[in-house]
């Protein structure tokens, strides 16, 4: 076996403000979009996301509610100015950002499903 592509997916009840979040604040572009599914990704990187409508009939039941147990890491060149730009697009902030001991910028972000978004940037 070889493991080819890890795709994250974000379960949310709204794609067209989950989509605006992620294209707005991390400039992140629609590759694919569908009534149930849009994938954005990074122009430059070329690493990307999935939104998922939480209610469609390929999520279980039991899995349709506010993502939990896990939080998505988005390593930046400045954390600073998305923490900026978070603040005047009326993201809720989780914590500002902070020096973490293992030498990052870290803030944290919640987005409009839910998710915890971590931010850091190498100090």
């Known amino acids: 076996m070889s493991l080819n592509r890890i795709l994250t997916n974000i379960l949310t009840p709204d794609l067209s403000t989950s989509t605006q979040f992620y294209t707005q604040l991390f400039g992140l572009s629609v590759q694919f979009e569908s009534d149930w599914f849009v994938q954005l990704v990074s122009d430059r990187s070329g690493l990307e996301i999935g939104l998922l409508i939480a209610n ?26 998305v923490f900026t ?7 809720e ?5 902070q020096m973490t001991d293992y030498g990052q910028l870290r803030l944290l972000l919640k987005d409009p499903a839910g998710a915890l978004i971590d931010v850091s940037s190498i100090a």
């Open 85 to 91: 730009k978070a603040q005047a697009m009326g993201v």
């Open 56 to 81: 469609h009939d390929l999520v279980p039941e039991d899995f349709q509610g506010k993502p939990a147990g896990v939080y998505i890491t988005f390593v930046v060149d400045d954390a600073n100015s």
């Open 93 to 97: 902030i989780i914590q500002s950002p």
